[in-house]
Structures are given as C-alpha cells and as structure tokens.
C-alpha cells in the first residue's frame, strides 16, 4: 500500500485542482445540478481509464516514436477547450435554445482532447507503472486508483456546482458564472499552448 501512495496522492492532486474536466463539471452542476452532472463525471472516469490503460500498455511509445502526435493532441486539444469555452460562455437560462447538460459520450470522448488528462495518463504510465508485474495487471491497477481517487474529486466540483446553484437563479448572475468559467477554459487553453 505504501508503495501506492505516491500515485494515489499524484491522481489526487491532478483530479482535485482546477482544469477542463472540473470547471465542466462546476458549470454542469451549477447549471443542470447533480444529476444532470452524473454523466458527465462517468463520462470522465470512463475516459481517464482507457486513456491511462492504453498510456500503460504502449500507447507511449508511439509518442516517443513521434513526438509531433504529442503536439498535434495539444494543440487539438487547446482548440477543443476555446470551443467549449465559447459555449459554456453561451449558456444561458430562459433562452429560445436551452443548454444541454453535457452527455457520458461527450465527457468520455472529451478525455482525448483534454490536454490535462493526457498529462496526467503520460505520467501514471512512465512513472508510476509497478515494475516486474504482468504489465496489463499493472496497467489495469494504476487505472483502477485513479479512478477510485478521481472520482470523489470529481463529485467534489460537481457538487460545488450544485451549491452555488440558488446563487445563480438571476439570469444575470448565472450569465457572469458561465462566462467567468468559459474565461478560465481560455486561460487553460492557452496555458496547455505553451
């Protein structure tokens, strides 16, 4: 267990601190409440897990074989959070075209754009892969833990969604929260950019 700690507290501070799949899932649980936050954080478990579970068993390699690929999924990547930033920014309550809470499907395919998530899949597969075990009962552990440990993460920023909720009954201040969100989505975009 001890030699697991050091992965456990990495998924913990990759899971909890903020990026992407948290400031969606803030906005989707302000807006829609936990519930409608429910898909999205199984869509993001379940995208975490088979991208860090192909991370482990060889995925990295093409990486260190083409580090263009590496580039090109950043900067996808980095375009993907503009774009939804533009339309977590667009959101709005009482609008001809209501938003939709965003889907299992969407938060799962989402991971493969998501710049953090790739950092953090890259990472648990070159450093935190235990050494002389069957390498996809290795791979199948460290994705298994950072599920465990993310999840209760992401229920944490959907639930804080959900709690500033009655805040944001006023057009208006809903308005600002999802620009304020679909801002920190730029911010993180260009970040990723460097």
Same mark, same amino acid.
């Given at each position: 267990?001890?030699?697991?700690?050091?992965?456990?507290?990495?998924?913990?501070?990759?899971?909890?601190?903020?990026?992407?799949?948290?400031?969606?899932?803030?906005?989707?649980?302000?807006?829609?409440?936990?519930?409608?936050?429910?898909?999205?954080?199984?869509?993001?478990?379940?995208?975490?897990?088979?991208?860090?579970?192909?991370?482990?068993?060889?995925?990295?390699?093409?990486?260190?074989?083409?580090?263009?690929?590496?580039?090109?999924?950043?900067?996808?990547?980095?375009?993907? #959070? $503009?774009? %939804?930033?533009?339309? /977590?920014? @667009?959101?709005?309550?009482?609008?001809?075209? *209501?938003?939709?809470? !965003? +889907?299992?499907?969407?938060?799962?395919?989402?991971?493969?754009?998501?710049?953090?998530?790739?950092?953090?899949?890259?990472?648990?597969?070159?450093?935190?892969?235990?050494?002389?075990?069957?390498?996809?009962?290795?791979?199948? #552990? $460290?994705? %298994?833990?950072?599920? /465990?440990? @993310?999840?209760?993460?992401?229920?944490?920023? *959907?639930?804080?969604? !959900? +709690?500033?909720?009655?805040?944001?009954?006023?057009?208006?201040?809903?308005?600002?929260?999802?620009?304020?969100?679909?801002?920190?989505?730029?911010?993180?975009?260009?970040?990723?950019?460097?």
């Amino acid at each position: 267990m001890t030699e697991l700690l050091p992965l456990m507290s990495y998924c913990f501070v990759m899971s909890a601190t903020p990026g992407p799949n948290n400031v969606m899932l803030a906005t989707t649980g302000a807006n829609f409440g936990g519930r409608g936050a429910l898909p999205a954080i199984l869509g993001i478990q379940t995208g975490m897990f088979v991208q860090t579970m192909l991370m482990c068993v060889g995925l990295g390699s093409v990486f260190t074989a083409y580090p263009l690929t590496q580039q090109v999924l950043r900067i996808a990547g980095s375009l993907y #959070l $503009v774009f %939804l930033a533009w339309k /977590l920014s @667009g959101a709005s309550v009482g609008g001809a075209q *209501a938003p939709k809470a !965003v +889907s299992f499907a969407q938060a799962a395919i989402f991971q493969a754009l998501n710049p953090k998530s790739w950092v953090k899949a890259v990472t648990v597969a070159s450093v935190f892969m235990p050494a002389g075990h069957n390498p996809l009962a290795a791979a199948l #552990l $460290v994705a %298994l833990i950072g599920t /465990l440990v @993310g999840m209760p993460c992401n229920v944490m920023w *959907a639930l804080f969604g !959900v +709690s500033i909720r009655h805040l944001l009954k006023d057009p208006r201040k809903q308005r600002v929260f999802n620009l304020t969100m679909g801002a920190i989505l730029l911010v993180l975009a260009v970040m990723f950019l460097r």
